[in-house]
């Protein structure tokens, strides 16, 4: 059985035009007056590979808004239990029990406390001091995003949006320190994020045709319904539950901190140092570099090892089968600790990663106004990323914990304390027993950078969602 992209809400297999981005989060007081706005707003939900606005689109038609739905387990059940029939053949109580299940077994839930200690969330990462003072992450039902071409647009359909569903009676979790009150921002001017470098450029390239073509993505990787013994996604077993999730995926939704200042201190602090090695690029950008393995143009290390190129190369076309070392691209930056590519995993991994390491298709948006300098400005500015995938522990779970851990490849047993290393960007310095050091190797037999490394980003919320299928978003709409 192959997929019907059709089927599958668009904003997770191609991307969108739309300059401002809104999640909004809603809590259900009636499920029927629920399904009431969700048979409104859902019906303008896309489908497919190139739905107006998308960068597939050529018709060149101006961008009208563009909305998604996912739900957690509580609001997906309540919505369940409001059906007084099966349509579809669906048994919602069958459904249900299920789900609850799957949702709430520990490995799942991200605020679960065996959660937490696995992906070493201490301190100001944990979940106390997720979202806003007094959430509760349970109830956040339903969750909105918006796309919009300006800002007109956004502020007339975000006053539409909350008036129906105040009439519907669903309760929205505002956020007083973003503008509109919801997670929201846009994407930046040429897609420059908050610590200089260019976004959106490693794209997932799904295998709808399931005939393993090189360079592509098996479907299953983000798709539910589907399970086969390379990737056991549950629900493996036919039945209710596996018709129900089939062309829907896992949403994960990340609010990152970015502590701009700090990494600017970084680069500045450390110039003299890199200087070393830099050769004739400027020592910041090359440090820069290194610790995310592309220079901030998007450009690769690992097809650019010497300097940026004047104009940006966005090729995805490379490996790291022949820098073993990490002497081109470090062992430890962001994007090979991300997706390590040819790089050849643990004998553990190997066998759990079968197809190869674990891909997440990545949707987000940068939030907060720029900073330049090292003085941190007390305003908040981040990343609000949306991670879609089939399998939350196998995928999503296990980056974040490759990213605090680097334990997932013989590689790193190369050099001291490799494999207790961490995402050179990205990791949470108070983890136990973690080096926190950088390790960037030398081409010119000085010793390799060990710089002292702080914490660059801030976890302020995690939260798991169910984006379901066109179909049966139409069915929990009541339709």
């Known amino acids: 059985m192959r997929p019907e992209p059709e089927n599958v809400q668009s904003l997770f297999i191609t991307r969108y035009r739309h300059e401002h981005?809104?999640?909004l989060l809603f809590r259900i007081g009636s499920p029927s007056a629920a399904q009431s706005f969700l048979s409104h707003w859902a019906s303008t939900v896309n489908g497919g590979q190139a739905p107006k606005g998308s960068y597939a689109d050529t018709s060149g038609s101006p961008l009208a808004p563009v909305y998604h739905f996912a739900f957690n387990w509580q609001g997906t059940s309540l919505l369940l239990k409001a059906r007084n029939s099966q349509t579809m053949g669906l048994d919602p109580d069958a459904i249900g029990t299920d789900l609850?299940?799957?949702?709430t077994r520990e490995d799942n839930a991200p605020y679960a406390p065996s959660t937490?200690?696995?992906?070493?969330?201490?301190?100001?990462?944990?979940p106390e001091n997720w979202w806003a003072a007094d959430?509760?992450?349970?109830?956040f039902h339903i969750a909105m995003l918006c796309y919009f071409a300006d800002e007109a647009q956004k502020t007339e359909q975000?006053?539409?949006?909350?008036?129906?569903?105040?009439?519907s009676g669903l309760t929205e979790w505002q956020f007083p320190s973003f503008q509109d009150k919801a997670l929201s921002g846009k994407i930046p001017h040429?897609?420059?994020?908050h610590f200089g470098f260019r976004d959106g450029i490693s794209k997932v390239d799904i295998d709808w045709k399931d005939i393993g073509e090189p360079g592509k993505v098996d479907f299953r990787e983000v798709l539910l319904g589907y399970s086969n013994e390379t990737y056991p996604t549950n629900p493996v077993n036919p039945g209710p539950w596996n018709d129900f999730v089939r062309d829907g995926t896992y949403l994960n939704l990340a609010w990152l901190y970015q502590d701009?200042?700090?990494f600017n201190r970084f680069l500045k602090d450390n110039r003299a140092a890199a200087e070393t090695q830099s050769g004739s690029a400027d020592p910041e950008e090359w440090l820069a570099a290194k610790l995310m393995g592309r220079w901030r143009n998007g450009s690769a290390l690992a097809t650019h090892p010497n300097e940026s190129p004047d104009q940006a190369d966005l090729s995805n076309d490379f490996g790291y089968a022949n820098d073993g070392d990490g002497e081109t691209t470090p062992l430890h930056s962001h994007i090979r600790v991300c997706n390590p590519r040819d790089q050849a995993l643990s004998a553990a991994n190997q066998s759990r990663f079968a197809a190869g390491p674990p891909r997440l298709v990545r949707r987000g948006f940068s939030y907060g106004p720029p900073l330049e300098g090292t003085e941190d400005d007390g305003q908040d500015r981040g990343l609000i990323g949306v991670f879609a995938c089939a399998r939350i522990n196998e995928q999503f779970y296990t980056v974040l914990r490759w990213i605090q851990r680097t334990e997932f490849s013989d590689?790193?047993?190369t050099i001291r304390r490799g494999n207790r290393r961490q995402d050179m960007m990205f990791g949470l310095r108070d983890k136990p027993r973690a080096e926190t050091t950088s390790y960037i190797p030398s081409t010119n037999g000085v010793a390799p950078l060990k710089l002292p490394l702080s914490d660059f980003i801030r976890y302020k919320g995690l939260a798991i969602f169910f984006a379901p299928s066109l179909k049966t978003l139409t069915y929990l709409a009541g339709q």
């Open 260 to 262: 701009v200042a700090s």
């Open 158 to 167: 975000l006053a539409a949006i909350r008036t129906a569903a105040a009439e």
């Open 21 to 23: 981005r809104v999640i």
């Open 135 to 139: 959430t509760d992450q349970s109830a």
């Open 190 to 193: 040429k897609g420059i994020l």
């Open 100 to 103: 609850e299940t799957f949702f």
């Open 411 to 413: 590689h790193f047993d």
């Open 116 to 126: 937490v200690d696995d992906l070493s969330l201490n301190g100001l990462n944990t």
